[in-house]
């Protein structure tokens, strides 16, 4: 138990570290993505010292230390203070964290059921937050669930554990990686819910689109409750033998590589099949441990001290393969190579290891019934999806309205200037709108913290979406509405030589009376330091073809400015700039607006006032909003 929750608390650091590395230590994008790399692995690198100091202090007094700084650095994140404080406090925490795994491994030979039971709490609990804090509840049970998760946690560490036993040092390997595949996929209350979105959502996109959208679940994360309860029946069930230990490798291969595939109608099969996948590795690979591992020399099989530091070692470098993966597979939507790989290749590491360990002849006994445990934390997963999911309502208000206000509005994936999360700012920047574009829009990447941004930002408004990836299932553009909304098509757009994939989302809002409006949202990524001309082109005509003489609003971070070719290419087809009464209006950065890049267009039919810019922090960019005045029918 003591386990499991330093688990969950390590994990909670992570997500305000890993994001903190790109929004504060410096901007993705624009910070070379090498050098947002290097920071983040070197604290990993620093890491390999802990068992050292281990082996010179003592097991006990570096685990109690090492949790009480842990603790305090997770109370302290909990605040958001922002800015360097908040990274400096996420990176003491990381630190406190990785020399509390050393130790802990140093003093346990069997990790596998705290780490899997770690693993299913760490989900629950995010589930319950709502993947950050209810909009129902506030932000009071983030600090009770962290303040308890705490405080259990430094009681269990102040009682003396009993003797490790021999062997466990494959285990512990694997902690890093069967952290990172359940944060990236297997266990995110966040994919989940999207992967529910593209299969059961309330809209259907069009049959001939490449990619396909996702809209508001019906279901919500619920899914995420299956795959909590069969990771942890596997995980704690006992291991199969002969044909059968092959089950668990090949359904977590299955699984990484439909997460591989970037798909998002593929995205529920691979959170099932990598959760009972990763969790039967994890139970394979735990079947040995407590057993001598054979030795060259006579004796150094059973020398306790011998064995201690190899699985101190042998956690921290799993924590270095989670680091190193983790910087590979989000890096390369900065410099283009591609990532499907690493996903594939952590499974691959995983199942080998688990592959290679040999089941002893009696396999260690599991401190936890794994039918009750599995079954308690799926109903638990439940009930908190149930009681976190918020249902949103689109109504026709009676009848077509005269006016509708329209924002558009680049939100980098949830973070203000000061390297906070705060949906509550993004809402209030966007209060009043009755359509809302969306750019930047991350529905659960790790990196980020696997926060559902878009599912939070929709409960604050009351405004049901329609989101379409761009650089894969989980990141992409995004449309909401006070009305209904129909007919949603997208298109990925051409690459030109940018790593960060690029789309056009076509939807059309219904007022009602025969009265609709065409809305195309899109964020243009050309190449630094080009001009998105070809993407700008592109959005442009299939704008046009998709409002087919509806009056149509183009909306997003289109990274142009008037006066260049891209800008040209939207008047070009006959549009309207419907922010030109308010030019000069710079948008980006923030804090010192310099580019005017959020741009609306709009079809001249459809009249144009009160175009402004609203300032803040909220985000890198600033919204754009204009009211516009609708045709009759």
């Given at each position: 138990?003591t386990?499991?929750?330093?688990v969950?608390?390590?994990?909670d650091v992570l997500?305000v570290f ?7 230590f410096?901007?993705?994008?624009s910070?070379?993505?090498?050098l ?13 010292a802990?068992?050292?100091l281990v082996r ?9 230390v090492?949790?009480v700084?842990?603790?305090v ?8 203070p922002?800015?360097?404080?908040q990274l400096?406090l996420?990176t003491?925490g990381l630190?406190a964290?990785?020399?509390w795994?050393a130790a802990?491994a140093a003093?346990?030979a ?6 899997a039971?770690?693993s ?15 909009e ?7 600090w009770v669930?962290a ?10 560490q ?8 021999p062997?466990?040092a494959?285990?512990w390997?694997?902690a890093g990686?069967?952290?990172?595949l359940a944060g990236l ?5 966040a994919?989940a819910?999207?992967?529910?979105s593209y ?14 959208v996702a809209?508001?679940p019906l279901f919500?994360?619920a ?9 942890l ?8 033998r002969g ?5 668990g490798?090949?359904?977590?291969l ?8 970037k798909r998002g109608?593929?995205l ?6 990598t959760?009972?996948g990763?969790?039967?590795?994890l ?11 054979p030795?060259v020399?006579p ?6 001290a ?5 699985r ?8 270095l393969v989670?680091?190193v ?8 939507y900065?410099?283009g190579?591609?990532?499907a790989?690493?996903p ?6 995983v199942?080998a ?16 019934p794994?039918?009750?445990t599995a079954?308690?934390a799926a ?9 976190s999911d918020?249902?949103l309502?689109?109504?026709n208000?009676d009848?077509?309205p005269?006016t ?6 680049n ?5 203000g200037?000061?390297?906070r999360?705060?949906?509550?700012a993004?809402a ?8 809302v574009a969306l750019?930047e829009?991350?529905?659960g990447w790790?990196?980020?913290g696997g926060?559902?941004?878009l ?14 990836p761009?650089?894969?299932p ?5 449309v909401?509405s006070?009305?209904?909304?129909d007919?949603?098509?997208t298109?990925p ?12 989302l ?10 609709r409006l065409?809305?195309v949202a899109?964020?243009l990524?050309?190449p630094?330091?080009?001009d998105p001309?070809?993407q ?13 003489g509806?009056?149509l ?9 008037p006066?260049d070719?891209?800008f040209?290419?939207?008047?070009r ?9 308010a ?5 980006s950065?923030?804090d010192?607006?310099r580019?005017?890049i959020?741009?609306i267009?709009?079809?001249p ?7 402004a810019?609203?300032?803040?922090t ?13 045709p009759p029918?």
């Amino acid at each position: 138990m003591t386990l499991a929750l330093g688990v969950v608390l390590l994990v909670d650091v992570l997500r305000v570290f890993l994001p903190a590395v790109i929004t504060i230590f410096g901007q993705a994008a624009s910070t070379p993505a090498e050098l947002l790399g290097a920071f983040a692995l070197g604290w990993f690198v620093l890491a390999l010292a802990a068992p050292a100091l281990v082996r010179w202090v003592g097991v006990r007094p570096v685990a109690l230390v090492a949790a009480v700084l842990l603790v305090v650095a997770r109370l302290a994140v909990n605040g958001q203070p922002g800015g360097l404080l908040q990274l400096w406090l996420a990176t003491a925490g990381l630190l406190a964290g990785l020399a509390w795994l050393a130790a802990a491994a140093a003093g346990t030979a069997r990790p596998v059921p705290g780490i899997a039971l770690g693993s299913a709490v760490g989900a629950i609990t995010h589930t319950v937050l709502d993947t950050y804090r209810s909009e129902s509840f506030g932000s009071w049970p983030a600090w009770v669930v962290a303040g308890l998760v705490g405080a259990l946690f430094l009681t269990g560490q102040a009682r003396s554990a009993p003797p490790a036993g021999p062997g466990g040092a494959r285990s512990w390997l694997l902690a890093g990686p069967a952290l990172l595949l359940a944060g990236l996929v297997a266990l995110s209350p966040a994919v989940a819910r999207t992967a529910m979105s593209y299969q059961f959502g309330l809209l259907r996109s069009d049959p001939a689109d490449e990619v396909g959208v996702a809209t508001v679940p019906l279901f919500g994360p619920a899914p995420l409750a299956l795959a909590v309860g069969g990771f942890l029946l596997a995980a704690l069930a006992a291991p199969r033998r002969g044909a059968w230990r092959w089950l668990g490798p090949a359904a977590l291969l299955c699984g990484a590589v439909l997460f591989a595939v970037k798909r998002g109608e593929l995205l529920l099969p691979a959170v099932l099949l990598t959760a009972v996948g990763l969790g039967a590795c994890l139970g394979t690979a735990g079947a040995a441990a407590g057993q001598a591992t054979p030795a060259v020399h006579p004796g150094a099989a059973d020398d306790p001290a011998r064995a201690a530091r190899r699985r101190g070692y042998a956690v921290v470098a799993g924590m270095l393969v989670f680091a190193v993966a983790a910087v590979a597979y989000y890096a390369a939507y900065d410099l283009g190579y591609p990532n499907a790989w690493v996903p594939v290749a952590v499974a691959v590491l995983v199942a080998a290891v688990a592959l290679a360990t040999r089941p002893a002849p009696t396999p260690p006994r599991s401190p936890l019934p794994p039918v009750w445990t599995a079954a308690s934390a799926a109903v638990l997963t439940l009930l908190a999806a149930i009681a976190s999911d918020e249902l949103l309502s689109a109504t026709n208000r009676d009848g077509p309205p005269g006016t509708v206000r329209v924002v558009a509005y680049n939100v980098r994936m949830g973070f203000g200037m000061d390297g906070r999360f705060d949906p509550d700012a993004l809402a209030r920047a966007a209060a009043g709108a009755d359509v809302v574009a969306l750019s930047e829009v991350d529905r659960g990447w790790l990196l980020n913290g696997g926060h559902d941004t878009l599912d939070l930002l929709a409960e604050r408004l009351d405004m049901p979406y329609v989101f379409a990836p761009a650089a894969d299932p989980l990141w992409g553009d995004a449309v909401l509405s006070r009305w209904p909304l129909d007919a949603a098509r997208t298109r990925p757009l051409p690459a030109v030589g940018a790593p960060t994939g690029a789309q056009a989302l076509g939807i059309t809002v219904d007022f009602g009376a025969g009265v609709r409006l065409a809305v195309v949202a899109t964020h243009l990524q050309p190449p630094p330091g080009e001009d998105p001309v070809v993407q700008a082109r592109a959005v442009a005509d299939f704008a046009v073809r998709y409002a087919a003489g509806r009056p149509l609003v183009v909306a997003g971070d289109l990274n142009t400015e008037p006066g260049d070719p891209a800008f040209a290419e939207f008047t070009r087809v006959g549009l309207v700039d419907a922010l030109a009464a308010a030019r000069p209006l710079p948008t980006s950065p923030a804090d010192d607006p310099r580019q005017q890049i959020d741009h609306i267009f709009v079809t001249p039919d459809l009249a144009a006032t009160d175009p402004a810019a609203p300032p803040g922090t909220a985000s890198d960019h600033l919204p754009v909003r204009v009211t516009l005045t609708l045709p009759p029918a």
